[in-house]
């Protein structure tokens, strides 16, 4: 059983440990629940932060085609004007 009156325990401990003050815990039953659930909440917040990376790292990979398909499409135009303003100089030099 826990100390019940808030205070230091011989251990210089507080709050919910067995030597420290503040929480009650009356039954052993209870602290297994409390630990049971606080490692299911850290599992939770441990796979959800590994998803969450995931997810970024995907986005940035997505977002990085994205521009290399933009970058090549900029490309392929500006080879089309290069070859159209050839051509139509190759015309001019021809009719001289």
């Known amino acids: 059983m826990q100390r019940a009156d808030g205070g230091i325990g011989p251990d210089g401990g507080r709050g919910g440990s067995v030597y420290g003050g503040g929480l009650v815990v009356h039954e052993l039953g209870n602290v297994r629940v409390v630990g049971i659930i606080v490692f299911v909440i850290r599992s939770i917040v441990f796979v959800v932060g590994i998803l969450e990376h995931v997810v970024v790292v995907v986005v ?37």
């Open 60 to 96: 940035v990979e997505l977002l990085v085609v994205v521009e290399l398909l933009v970058v090549v499409k900029l490309l392929v135009v500006v080879e089309l004007l290069v070859l159209l303003l050839l051509e139509r100089g190759a015309g001019v030099v021809c009719r001289e």
